[in-house]
């Protein structure tokens, strides 16, 4: 089957199934039908019995452990599997995006994108950014879906010369080499300019991103749409009203919420240690509050807020950049 597609692919030139989001480009692509059904088929039902099951499967596999790389097939070894779940998780970390490769011979008789979506929003949940490589033993047409900012820097077209480029590879069992082609699709998202609020045109990250690529160190900027909530703090249960016999103590008092400052100085660190930037500024976009970490000078986290304030997130974000110079 796959051999049979390969030729077609030549000709046609394989359009890879992405959804993407609203907030990152105008309209929202739904992924299509892979294949109309030809006269005197049985349609092939795809319905809430087949997604479930997709579904369980997806479940099933992130408990049992395996981060990225979901091999259903069993044809990666141990050290092919290692290296892929550990590029994927440096793509994940250093561009804040959700990545998976999956490979089967069973898409419980889903279309290969119904398959991709349900197995990707299974895993990460829905209005996150991030990809999922499909390799499709079943029918051999092979997929990769786009959720999020992803379908802005990689279109169709990319997507398209990359199966094509990698059906070779796949069509002779030669897995490892076919994702060599697949997977750095993911380093077309911007590792130091990461919006993710939708409120940026194209050309501003663009020249955001010049002007971070161009400094000695790596600083980020990360466009959040809304902040996590920190975690609750663990308190004892105060359920009954006895009071402590002799000896007993107090249950310690509830600790303060933290502030808005507190939880953006908190996650700004976080998300610096995690892409391994030298310094990293943390717009909160709804909220117009901006908070820097790492090793950047004091006084700026003033004047973004300043630019916050008067102006817009772009703005702000440009005076961050220019005061690093």
């Known amino acids: 089957m796959r051999k049979l597609l390969l030729l077609f692919l030549v000709l046609l030139c394989l359009t890879g199934c992405s959804k993407t989001d609203s907030s990152s480009v105008p309209e929202e692509t739904q992924p299509e039908t892979a294949a109309e059904e030809t006269a005197g088929e049985t349609?092939?039902?795809?319905?809430?019995?087949?997604?479930?099951?997709?579904?369980?499967?997806?479940?099933?596999?992130?408990?049992?452990?395996?981060?990225?790389?979901?091999?259903?097939?069993?044809?990666?070894?141990?050290?092919?599997?290692?290296?892929?779940?550990?590029?994927?998780?440096?793509?994940?970390?250093?561009?804040?995006?959700?990545?998976?490769?999956?490979?089967?011979?069973?898409?419980?008789?889903?279309?290969?994108?119904?398959?991709?979506?349900?197995?990707?929003?299974?895993?990460?949940?829905?209005?996150?950014?991030?990809?999922?490589?499909?390799?499709?033993?079943?029918?051999?047409?092979?997929?990769?879906?786009r959720e999020g900012v992803v379908s802005s820097y990689v279109d169709d077209a990319k997507v398209s010369l990359a199966i094509v480029q990698a059906s070779p590879a796949l069509v002779e069992g030669r897995y490892a080499d076919a994702l060599e082609i697949l997977l750095p699709l993911g380093e077309r998202i911007p590792e130091r300019i990461l919006e993710r609020s939708g409120t940026l045109s194209m050309e501003q990250v663009q020249a955001l991103t010049a002007k971070a690529d161009a400094l000695p160190k790596k600083y980020?900027?990360?466009?959040?749409?809304?902040?996590?909530?920190?975690?609750?703090a663990e308190t004892r249960s105060t359920a009954t009203e006895t009071q402590p016999t002799e000896g007993e103590t107090q249950p310690p008092e509830t600790a303060p919420a933290p502030t808005v400052e507190e939880t953006l100085a908190a996650y700004a660190e976080q998300l610096r240690v995690q892409t391994e930037a030298e310094g990293f500024l943390l717009i909160d976009v709804p909220g117009k509050h901006g908070i820097t970490a790492g090793t950047v000078p004091a006084e700026l986290t003033a004047a973004v807020q300043t630019a916050l304030a008067e102006q817009d997130a772009y703005a702000a974000a440009d005076v961050f950049l220019e005061g690093l110079k």
């Open 220 to 232: 980020c900027v990360y466009f959040a749409a809304s902040i996590p909530a920190p975690a609750e």
């Open 43 to 145: 349609e092939v039902s795809t319905e809430t019995a087949p997604v479930r099951d997709i579904a369980q499967r997806a479940e099933s596999l992130r408990k049992a452990g395996e981060t990225h790389v979901f091999d259903e097939c069993g044809v990666l070894d141990g050290e092919t599997v290692k290296t892929y779940n550990d590029y994927l998780g440096w793509l994940a970390e250093t561009r804040l995006l959700y990545t998976t490769v999956v490979l089967t011979n069973d898409l419980n008789g889903s279309s290969p994108e119904a398959f991709a979506q349900t197995y990707y929003q299974t895993l990460w949940g829905t209005g996150t950014s991030g990809f999922l490589v499909l390799i499709n033993n079943d029918t051999g047409q092979d997929c990769i879906y």
